[in-house]
């Protein structure tokens, strides 16, 4: 699927419901691939044409992807892969996928091009939420740019810490009819 605007999104947020880790190839940085060797040997990853991979389990998922009640988490939190981090958005310097106007977003004087992934089941579609402006977006390009590390609003801990939660609760409480 070709990657929309992120001007198109309402709301995001990760419910744990799996998909992009049984649906998709993880390419890794050599120096992620590196520190996931050290820890869990090379049988975790695979290699392919020029890249390297997370591995997969016999069903196609990731091999990190464990199933808790009907939610699924990532048991690679702490070394989590950039890739993985940045799910469903593409933080891009350039426009790739058209649509410029939509895309552009302005990161604190810096024109960067924010693009989401349609096909993650999570998406709000519609005009984008205050939240969404101040803190989901940011937060990917931080992490995109390498300027921070910890994911609140993006796809961190299991689902969301109880901070975060709260904090969208209440930004989305006033609308509630």
Request: hydrophobic share 40%; net charge positive.
């Amino acid at each position: 699927m070709i990657p929309l605007p992120w001007s198109y999104v309402n709301f995001w947020r990760c419910t744990g419901c799996g998909l992009c880790c049984m649906n998709y190839d993880v390419v890794l940085k050599f120096d992620e691939w590196l520190r996931i060797i050290q820890r869990f040997g090379v049988g975790v990853t695979r290699a392919g044409l020029n890249k390297l991979y997370l591995g997969k389990k016999p069903d196609g998922s990731c091999i990190f992807l464990s199933r808790i009640g009907d939610k699924y988490i990532c048991t690679l939190q702490d070394m989590k892969p950039i890739a993985c981090k940045l799910w469903p958005f593409r933080i891009l310097n350039r426009p790739k996928y058209g649509k410029t106007r939509e895309a552009l977003f302005n990161y604190k004087g810096r024109r960067l091009y924010v693009y989401i992934d349609p096909s993650c089941p999570e998406i709000r579609w519609g005009k984008p939420s205050p939240i969404m402006i101040n803190h989901v977006i940011p937060e990917f390009i931080e992490i995109a740019l390498g300027i921070r590390k910890k994911q609140v609003y993006s796809t961190g801990t299991l689902l969301y810490s109880l901070d975060a939660r709260r904090k969208i609760s209440s930004l989305f409480a006033h609308r509630r009819v």
